[in-house]
């Protein structure tokens, strides 16, 4: 499918023409079929309530679009803020030809957070409430504020890109806004990702001591960093099928390894947590709670490790497979802090939950709306990276150091070949 829009001047004269395309495949008719069920599922879920859509009740008020739609969708779309810090603040400028499609990827993730958040919130029409009553002293607030604004920044930053498309005389400020965008696109993350762990910190005695820990907070925050590279790279090699394009092994292994490097980190942070809470029994004890706990440690960091700092990092299958494996790892961790961790506290006041195929198709729903918004972005504008970012990276930049002025040039550069 392919439409051409075109500007004319107040006396008719052709400007400018922009075209527009969009394949039209069978998986996405697949996707709109789901996308489909899924809108006529929330218009039903605003107008009869959450009661006739979900299974929720008063002992079980989380369910599945909390843990999928904003504790796990918040945490896969970590891989922007963690490549904007590497390329832009660390200087790895060999890491460039993904900056933008993560960048993307995490937009359309928040996309989908604020969405199910939206849905999911009993009263949804007063939604705009935190905006201006000020609950500074909650968690959720503070969560509330950082993904709203997180998002707004993440907009802004891709108008960068699309400004060298359509409405071309905004671009020129837009790239010269990016370095503030960045460094606040880079901080706001960190806030929320870790205060989603402070979330279940503060639910004393109601979480399974296996994941509850004083240092929630950072285990949060470290598994939305390192599974960056994981979404990267699955992401990555979907669009290697559905457009055609490659990424370079080497730049996904380099990934991989800092991506292991912070899980090692995190193992290391888990034992000794362990060690000082004395949870090593309930670690062995072999019930489900700890063979979850165990599968995801094992499934999703030890295994990922070894890949990472072996010779499977430099094939497209081993690369594959860490990232299958860590993000199995972190689904695992977030559905089990909330349905594992927290299930015997909920069921010993006679609540049982189990996700209605409304909720099922609502989640699915958004994800199929993200990947189809995607799949149109990456066929219409330029976020697909491109080799020798190198000539225009700004050769001896330190680290540290945010120089994003010539990095836009080369792709308006690419655009116009």
Known sequence: MEVITTFKNKAGEKMNTTRWTFRMTPMRWVFMAIAAAAIAVIIVRFIAGLGATTNLNDQWPWGLWISFDVLLGVALAGGGYGTALIVYVLRRDKFYPIARSAMVTSLLGYIVVVLGLLIEVGQWFFFWRPYVSWGHASVLFEVFWCISCYTLIQVLEFGEVAT???????????????????????????????SLGQLFYIMVGKVNILWWSPLLPLFFLLSSFFVGAGMIIIESSLAGKALKHQVDTSVLQGLVRISGGAMILYVILKIADMSVRGTFAHVLAFDLPSLMFLGELVLGCILPIIIAFSSLSGTRKGLIGFGILTVAGVVMNRFDVLFTGMGSYLNQYGGHYFPAWTEIIVSLGLVSIACL?????????????????EAVAGKGAKAGTINTTALPD????????
Request: glycine share 8%; no cysteine; hydrophobic share 40%.
């Open 164 to 194: 060298e498309k359509v409405f071309k005389g905004a671009h020129k400020y837009l790239k010269k806004a990016m370095p503030v965008l960045l460094i606040i696109g880079i901080t706001l993350p960190t806030l929320h990702q870790s």
């Open 373 to 389: 918004v995607y799949l149109f972005i990456a066929e219409n504008f330029n976020i697909l990276g491109h080799h020798g970012s």
């Open 410 to 417: 080369y792709h308006e550069r690419q655009a116009g070949k």
